[in-house]
T-cell receptor
Framework: KAGVTQTPRYLIKTRGQQVTLSCSPI?????VSWYQQTPGQGLQFLFE???????NKGNFPGRFSGRQFSNSRSEMNVSTLELGDSALYLC??????????????FGPGTRLTVL | GENVEQHPSTLSVQEGDSAVIKCTYS??????FPWYKQELGKRPQLIID???NVGEKKDQRIAVTLNKTAKHFSLHITETQPEDSAVYFC???WGGGADGLTFGKGTHLIIQP
């Protein structure tokens, strides 16, 4: 099976702009989670989608949003970019996201640089 | 919410020696504890995980132990090799996937030749 893919791999934006990142999960996986990775804060949970519904959200401002499509592909959007949003954005997919936590498989990430 | 502390932040060991990384968590409801390895410029990859109904799990040179009473879990790597050099992250989750994984800050493991 193909792994989790993310596009684009690299992005450079300026403050105030908005950005959309895309994630395609492993075929058959219905749960997609998003994480932000920075040297200072490490890996932090943004939100998780399952069957097109956001089930939980981490401690991030409303500028960070996402959605999931019927084919389980997910996008996240960051509006009004700030310098501090520069980070590696990782998505991870798991098979069911059911009662028992399933293994999460990570994509290669999108490196966002805000100037 | 859940809080995961990981120690040490950097660990240097001689090739062939063992390495131990420790994590503590705060939420007693957490029941899933994965460990990820991340090499420079690459994605985190799961190396081993343990669920709360098990006290220890082993996979070749890697083992994880869990003490639910004390709320800590540890990663043990024996007979370390140069390719073990990477950053290792522990994580905790209470289940259902909806809560996401709460990660420790990571341990940079350096294998000295």
């Amino acid at each position: 099976k193909a792994g989790v893919t993310q596009t684009p791999r690299y992005l450079i934006k300026t403050r105030g702009q908005q950005v959309t990142l895309s994630c395609s999960p492993i075929s058959g996986h219905r749960s997609v989670s998003w994480y932000q990775q920075t040297p200072g804060q490490g890996l932090q949970f943004l939100f998780e989608y399952f069957s097109e519904t956001q089930r939980n959200k981490g401690n991030f401002p409303g500028r960070f949003s996402g959605r999931q499509f019927s084919n389980s592909r997910s996008e996240m959007n960051v509006s009004t970019l700030e310098l501090g949003d520069s980070a590696l954005y990782l998505c991870a997919s798991s098979s069911t996201g059911g009662v028992s936590t399933d293994t999460q498989y990570f994509g290669p990430g999108t490196r966002l640089t805000v100037l | 919410g859940e809080n995961v502390e990981q120690h040490p932040s950097t660990l240097s060991v001689q090739e062939g020696d063992s390495a131990v990384i420790k994590c503590t968590y705060s939420d007693s409801a957490s029941n899933y504890f994965p460990w990820y390895k991340q090499e420079l410029g690459k994605r985190p990859q799961l190396i081993i995980d343990i669920r709360s109904n098990v006290g220890e799990k082993k996979d070749q040179r890697i083992a994880v132990t869990l003490n639910k009473t004390a709320k800590h879990f540890s990663l043990h790597i024996t007979e370390t090799q140069p390719e073990d050099s990477a950053v290792y992250f522990c994580a905790a989750s209470w289940g259902g996937g909806a809560d996401g994984l709460t990660f420790g800050k990571g341990t940079h493991l350096i294998i000295q030749p």
